[in-house]
């Protein structure tokens, strides 16, 4: 063919329109509990052993820092859900957490994710931890989610009665030791819940719903139990890992992913459906050998430093996110509404979403704008992201330390140069200083803080 004609012809070709595909992508958040930064192979962990999740960081985006919503896991779950600071929806308190006799849960008039994108057509199921609330209005079902499958709240929760001191941190503690419930749809079918199956049999529900809903767009929300303590595995990973039954979870959770992500494969649904992997927040340091690694970060679950909430989170949709890893800032706040501007729905007027849309980050790889990010402990604002730097106004560890320490200037890091927050840097840079409180003055200029009584 002469080269004007071959021309023409490639230019015939590229106007023509692209092959039929589902009308809207898929969405599948995967969702550990107690994760650290560093308990990953992609993340630098030398003696947790991850094939999948490293394959999929290869094929996808890696994030160095990514935050969780919140340093433990009620307000981190409602930031994820809602796409707003857990202090806006009244799921920040003293408390911290919900417990199987808290009264509240979060709140019927919150937009979820799973109700927002119902709107749209979306067939949405959650599948693992829910922790959001066990009464009438917070449930799954009664916030969007078509299908559920789990249990209510943490499993070291429901507690024998005679349980020695510490048993949930326990290398190896009793299978029977916890009376929380496995629920399918409202019902229970099963209490206790063996813990050991767990992670198997929910991945067996993630499995079932991504072959059933092939054929329409569908939300998965798959928060898996572990490795939060007390750490079990199925008899196909126990003490297979360097890392004692901490690694034999993780390493199961991993196995977990590679199926999602065969199943979407096999399914011809990878190039249409976003998945992202994270964790609700750092790891449980005072567990000890049964709480993971915070790598380099300083602290964990619990506290406000680094450890406590920045997370491991890898973005894939091979074809459309190119591989790599970005150093850009970005939480799980961000999530709402990317997934919002996937499914080409308009944010509901006059509700205030903290995140941003990172489709332009994930899909042309292009970079953020500096946009501010707010610690909080409870209702409490302890600290603030903006850029590289990060200015603490209050201190307090995870666990151990009865009140905070206020800091009065606030301490400042340079993130990027300083990960483990070992140098302030505040009487060098008061005009960074100054940046910053503007960025909390106009924060709180929007804020009308929930009575926190959903954790009563």
Not at 156 to 183: E, K
Not at 205 to 225: E, G, I, K, S
Not at 364 to 385: E, M, N, T, V
Not at 408 to 430: C, I, M, V
Request: hydrophobic share 35%; charged share 20%.
């Amino acid at each position: 063919m002469r080269p004007i004609l071959l021309l023409l012809a490639l230019l015939a070709a590229a106007c023509q329109p692209l092959p039929a595909a589902s009308a809207k992508p898929n969405l599948v958040v995967i969702y550990a509990d107690d994760l650290g930064y560093g308990d990953l192979g992609c993340y630098g962990s030398p003696t947790i052993r991850t094939p999948q999740l490293d394959r999929m960081a290869a094929e996808g985006l890696r994030f160095t820092d990514f935050y969780s919503g919140a340093e433990v896991c009620t307000p981190s779950r409602a930031a994820l859900l809602t796409g707003r600071y857990p202090v806006r929806s009244g799921m920040a308190g003293q408390r911290r957490v919900l417990f199987p006799n808290s009264k509240g849960g979060l709140p019927p008039g919150e937009l979820t994710l799973a109700e927002a994108l119902k709107s749209a057509g979306y067939t949405t199921a959650h599948i693992g931890k829910w922790h959001l609330g066990i009464h009438e209005g917070s449930r799954p079902q009664d916030q969007g989610f078509d299908e559920t499958y789990g249990l209510p709240y943490s499993n070291d929760m429901d507690g024998r009665a005679d349980l020695p001191s510490g048993a949930s941190g326990s290398a190896n503690p009793p299978r029977n030791g916890w009376n929380v419930p496995l629920i399918h749809n409202g019902r229970i079918i099963e209490r206790p819940a063996n813990q050991t199956t767990l992670t198997r049999r929910y991945t067996e529900q993630a499995l079932r719903f991504v072959t059933t809903n092939r054929h329409r767009p569908f939300f998965l929300y798959f928060a898996h139990t572990f490795p939060h303590v007390p750490l079990f595995a199925s008899p196909a990973f126990q003490g297979r890992s360097r890392a004692g039954i901490y690694g034999d979870a993780v390493e199961e959770l991993d196995w977990s992913v590679g199926e999602i992500l065969d199943a979407l494969r096999a399914e011809d649904l990878a190039d249409n459906t976003l998945v992202v992997f994270s964790s609700d927040n750092g790891p449980w340091l005072t567990m000890g050998a049964q709480g993971g690694s915070a790598g380099p970060l300083r602290n964990g679950k619990g506290s406000t430093w680094e450890g406590g909430m920045r997370v491991p989170a890898i973005a894939w949709m091979p074809g459309k996110i190119q591989p790599g890893v970005t150093p850009q800032m970005a939480s799980v706040l961000d999530l709402y509404p990317t997934a919002l501007g996937l499914a080409g729905i308009t944010p509901a007027p006059n509700r205030i979403l903290d995140g941003r849309d990172l489709r332009p980050l994930l899909f042309q790889g292009q970079s953020l704008p500096d946009h501010p990010l707010f610690y909080y402990r409870g209702q409490q604002l302890f600290a603030c992201r903006l850029g590289e730097w990060k200015a603490h106004f209050q201190t307090q560890a995870g666990y151990g330390q009865a009140k905070p320490e206020i800091h009065a200037p606030p301490l400042l890091f340079h993130l990027g140069l300083d990960p483990s927050e070992k140098r302030n840097l505040a009487t060098q840079h008061p005009d960074v200083l100054a940046r910053v409180q503007a960025a909390v003055r106009d924060h709180r200029a929007t804020l009308i803080p929930m009575p926190s009584s959903q954790l009563d």
